[in-house]
């Protein structure tokens, strides 16, 4: 089976792999920002390396899963995405090792994003925030179970599960609800019992914007870049 390297920090490293054959390298990004990217990674990267970058886009679990499907014949050869995607990814032998030896800026990282994933499949690129967002003037949130209270039924966003913010919420919801366990399911029966009284479980931030607007939603999960 082939490999397909997944960073979630640079792009050099990569050169001996997809580029020593066609001089092409395939990423797979977040579409946020792409235009900011172009002009200060991918444009100049291909001047140095002369080879032709391809960017492909999406959130982080359809990229996921587009790399499952092509798992026998791979088109990625750079992913950037969630750190429970790309563990996902590991966890089926979908990501080849680096060589941290070759990569001059690693011994900079904090030990935290040197090698997340524990077997030198990855690297952590930032630190990611996921907050809630209230209407103060309508609300008041002290606590991440706050989001189930009476007074927001009705009136409250979370995340889809399968997204970014998903994973996240439920764990901070379930240590605001003092349920144990690592799989959830308390927390999870928890917002199934009650999910008549969301609004929505949205798929991207930006689909909170009109329903904070028209106050049909006053309080979401949202990560720190949709402020």
Request: proline share 4%; glycine share 6%; aromatic share 8%.
């Amino acid at each position: 089976m082939k490999h397909f390297l997944c960073s979630a920090v640079a792009l050099s490293f990569l050169a001996s792999g997809a580029m020593a054959q066609d001089k092409t390298l395939t990423i797979s990004v977040y579409s946020f920002g792409k235009d900011a990217m172009d002009e200060a990674v991918f444009s100049p990267f291909e001047e140095v390396c002369g080879c032709d970058v391809v960017i492909e886009t999406g959130r982080s679990v359809e990229r996921m899963a587009k790399i499952e499907a092509n798992a026998a014949d791979p088109v990625i050869d750079v992913a950037v995405m969630a750190a429970q995607d790309a563990l996902s990814l590991s966890r089926q032998d979908l990501l080849a090792p680096m060589d941290f030896a070759k990569i001059p800026s690693h011994r900079d990282l904090y030990a935290s994003a040197q090698d997340p994933l524990g077997n030198q499949t990855a690297l952590g690129y930032g630190f990611y925030a996921t907050s809630i967002v209230y209407r103060s003037d309508l609300i008041e949130i002290d606590s991440w179970a706050d989001l189930l209270s009476d007074d927001l039924k009705g009136r409250v966003a979370l995340p889809n599960i399968t997204g970014t913010q998903g994973p996240l919420t439920l764990e901070m919801m379930s240590k605001a609800l003092g349920h144990k366990g690592a799989d959830y399911a308390a927390t999870i029966d928890t917002i199934g019992a009650q999910a008549d009284d969301i609004v929505t479980f949205y798929n991207r931030s930006s689909e909170l914007a009109q329903l904070m607007l028209q106050e049909e939603v006053i309080a979401a999960p949202v990560g720190r870049f949709a402020w």
